[in-house]
């Protein structure tokens, strides 16, 4: 690239981050690179740091800059004078009259190409040192938006020369160690996208907390982007699976959380351009803001854009609200996660109780406690105490100094793509942000603790509490003969344990995904207008607010979680059990009280398989087949199975299985197998029979313990006669085991007692077993177990050892 003053973005290559920035260079190298993919790039021009270097000789600031930022390194002036001085400097220079001309030229045709006169553009400052690999320097200079005509572009340029001096940029530079003097800035000047009018957000190319690096992560609200970049909002939230976008018949939309998004970022009407924030109206906090056809066309574009430069990356997207049409307006690595090693697994605990106070979205998996300082305005930055927790309603650049004094971040807006969770991630500090009252409910100077170590949300509890750190190199785990499988119950956490070497997850409880996500009671669902309260009833509604009626929601909320449990171990087998809920815990639910009678017994009552082909609950579980009909056949999960729970006789699997297959889950097609939970001792007295209607067994501990001791598992008082360890009960495993493998299928254990009893796991393998399923936080202390078991079984029948 030659030492032009302006450049046309299609004349950059990646390659020219020195002499346009990295915005810019991304800029021009998507719209060289990928334009013949289908990605669209804004059309613009940029002004080169040939062009800046010559900006500060014409007006003679290069030596007084330096010895202002001299002054501030031997501490004579402080940051903010600092920075005051280096801004007014440059705002009080003079754009050259070449370079004046120069973009005065290219403003005039792009207008031309565009077709139109004075059109608006963005004008962003793009360093020369930022977006790199190491470092994003993300929001450290400004962006102007709906700038409009030659005047209002030029002051922009000037303005934008003059905020590679903001405080918040000098102390980024200070951080990452660079040097003044080594940094210029280029100005990019694009055409507006109208998503004023539309939408627009921000996307990852990886999950941006556990580095889990099959999913797409699209944050997104109404309007100009800068309120999702900048946590002004709470957006949408949308994760894809990657791995299955190739096919063009699915939609692997993984989660779908909807925002509060209460405002959006317009243009400001008349001549003089700007913008202004608006309250969202009421259908557009309760809509989502992209469909799913969108968002597997961003998610697509993340997968070819990450694929182009060969790490995984940073992306901001713009839907027009005119034509409809998605566009790419910025692009850089991703910082953080990309640093981090793929072997070591850094695990966080929290051990202690407390008040909970307020939940967020989690940022990153650490737990940090201090005292907590609430600032609401940045005018009071300068209260905060060095190592206090910061609790504010949100964070935009100029709080970048005070962040990083911070031993924790608690904002009331934002979501996981906001500048604060940006900002927490890539100074390694723990953050939970958008709990829309930390404000209000925190005190200045309450000890908090606040904790992302359970998943997506955050939570911050009264006190200090404690909590352990655990390290383990993957890469020393011993391989086993048996499938060592994970347990997991929450899809906000399954993708913290993606780096486990698990194969698969040998059980999937859908009962966890109906109570922590969908919330409502599948009858209820089906049939809302039975329920008796009037509250449950305006609760589902809210709930089921953008979706044709309670059942749709239902059934799509329900198939999104089993996905996200998925997803991690794809495509590894993902064993999904049927809900095994007691009426008790049903009737918990919203909207339950209407459909469940109260049960002397409700362990050995109404539950499993006997409610699904019952008139009592038959609707409910078509919404179950439905959400797992979606599931396989519409996001693509094929890896998922089916285990049905409590099946007391083998007429009572007949009937469930045909419940099943009229409802399209039929066993054999389309590759779906069908297991049994084996918990009752008539299933391992008539294990051949149910061996003919099944693809194979998973023992469920818990309660083939308590059936065949007689023993109530959650009674306290005889806790010490619960033990899965107990000879009688280990017979009964040793016999289905051997019933299992002489019908010729497959027979696992998913109950509690490998991941409380070392022991148990090591009888289980000397018994054959073929998979073993663990809690995650037991799996790395038990796997090592299972491996010196097998070594042990093995040596015991060779001959002559």
């Known amino acids: 690239m030659d030492a032009r003053s302006v450049v046309w973005l299609e004349d950059v290559r990646a390659t020219d981050v020195p002499e346009v920035g990295g915005k810019n260079a991304s800029s021009g190298e998507m719209i060289h690179a990928l334009a013949s993919e289908g990605i669209r790039v804004p059309d613009g021009f940029a002004t080169t740091a040939a062009a800046f270097r010559n900006f500060l000789s014409w007006n003679q600031l290069g030596p007084r800059l330096s010895k202002v930022a001299s002054d501030y390194q031997e501490g004579t002036l402080s940051l903010r004078s600092t920075g005051a001085a280096m801004r007014s400097m440059v705002l009080d220079g003079k754009i050259p009259p070449d370079l004046e001309e120069g973009i005065r030229a290219k403003y005039r045709e792009l207008a031309a190409r565009a077709g139109r006169h004075d059109p608006a553009v963005a004008v962003r400052s793009s360093a020369t040192a930022e977006d790199l690999p190491d470092a994003s320097f993300a929001g450290q200079q400004e962006t102007f938006l709906n700038v409009r005509g030659e005047q209002q572009l030029l002051d922009a340029c000037l303005r934008c020369f003059a905020s590679l001096f903001t405080d918040r940029a000098i102390t980024y530079r200070e951080l990452m160690n660079f040097g003044e003097s080594g940094v210029a800035l280029s100005v990019g000047v694009q055409l507006m996208v109208r998503s004023d009018i539309g939408a627009s957000g921000v996307m990852f190319s990886l999950d941006t907390e556990t580095g889990f690096p099959r999913a797409a992560v699209i944050s997104a609200n109404w309007g100009l982007g800068e309120t999702v ?3 002004t909002v709470n957006p949408d939230k949308y994760g894809v699976f990657k791995p299955l976008l190739a096919s063009p018949t699915l939609s692997p939309v993984i989660e779908k959380t909807k925002g509060t998004k209460l405002q959006k970022l317009v243009y400001r009407t008349g001549d003089d351009g700007g913008t202004v924030m608006v309250d969202n109206t009421e259908s557009e906090q309760q809509a989502f803001v992209l469909q799913d056809q969108d968002i597997v066309q961003l998610a697509r574009w993340a997968v070819r854009i990450e694929n182009h430069y060969g790490c995984p990356m940073d992306m901001e997207w713009a839907k027009d609200g005119e034509s409809g049409e998605l566009f790419i307006v910025q692009a850089r690595p991703e910082t953080v996660q990309a640093r981090k090693s793929s072997t070591l697994l850094v695990t966080h605990h929290l051990t202690g ?13 650490s737990i940090s406690s201090g005292p907590a300082c609430v600032i609401r305005q940045a005018s009071d930055i300068d209260r905060f105490i060095d190592g206090a927790v910061l609790v504010t309603e949100q964070t935009d650049p100029d709080w970048v100094p005070v962040m990083k004094r911070a031993r924790a971040i608690i904002t009331d807006r934002g979501g996981a793509t906001s500048h604060a969770a940006i900002v927490s991630r890539e100074l390694g500090i723990t953050a939970v942000v958008g709990t829309s009252s930390a404000t209000s409910v925190i005190e200045d100077g309450q000890s908090v603790t606040v904790s992302c170590a359970d998943g997506d949300t955050g939570h911050v509890y009264d006190g200090i509490l404690a909590s352990t750190t655990e390290e383990v190199d993957l890469g020393s785990l011993p391989p086993t003969r048996t499938d060592v499988m994970l347990t997991i119950a929450s899809p906000s956490a399954a993708f913290k344990w993606w780096r486990l ?10 009962e966890f995904v109906i109570n922590d996500m969908v919330r409502i009671h599948p009858m209820a669902a089906a049939f809302p207008g039975r329920i008796t309260s009037v509250e449950e009833r305006r609760a589902v509604a809210e709930l089921a607010k953008g979706y044709n009626d309670p059942a749709e929601y239902f059934v ?16 590894a087998p993902v064993i ?8 008790n815990e049903y009737a918990h639910l919203i909207g339950g009280s209407a459909f469940e009678q109260a049960e002397a017994n409700p362990m050995i009552g109404f539950r499993g398989a006997s409610r699904y082909y ?27 199975m089916v285990m049905v729970p409590f099946c007391r006789t083998v007429d009572e699997a007949d009937r469930v299985l045909a419940v099943m297959a009229e409802n399209g889950l039929v066993r054999g097609e389309n590759g779906l197998q069908i297991y049994m939970m084996c918990e009752i001792p008539s299933n391992v007295i008539l294990a051949e029979q149910f061996a003919t209607r099944f693809d194979g067994f998973s023992i469920g501990s818990n309660d083939l313990t308590q059936l065949v001791l007689g023993v109530d598992r959650d009674s306290a008082q005889l806790a010490a006669l ?5 000879e009688a009960v280990m017979a009964m495993i040793r016999e289905v085991i051997r019933k299992a493998h002489a019908s010729g299928i497959r027979i696992g254990i998913c109950g509690q007692g490998p991941s409380n009893y070392p022991e148990f796991a090591e009888f289980l393998v000397a018994e054959g077993i073929d998979s073993i399923s663990l809690n995650p936080d037991s799996f790395l202390r038990t796997l090592p177990r299972i491996a010196a078991a097998e070594a042990i079984t093995v040596q015991a029948i060779t001959p002559g050892s």
């Open 722 to 726: 619960f033990d899965e360890r107990n």
């Open 353 to 365: 109780q407390g008040r909970l106070l307020v939940e967020g979205a989690a940022i990153g998996d």
């Open 576 to 583: 999904v059990r049927l809900s095994d809920f007691k009426t």
């Open 614 to 640: 019952h008139p009592k609950y038959r609707a409910g579980f078509d919404l179950e087949c439905g959400a797992i009909k979606r599931l396989r056949e519409h996001c693509g999960f094929k890896n998922a």
């Open 229 to 231: 970049v900048q946590g």
């Open 556 to 571: 799509d909320t329900l198939a999104r979680g089993l996905a996200k449990l998925a997803a991690p171990f794809y495509p």
């Open 501 to 510: 070497p698990a194969r698969g997850i040998g059980l999937a409880r859908m």
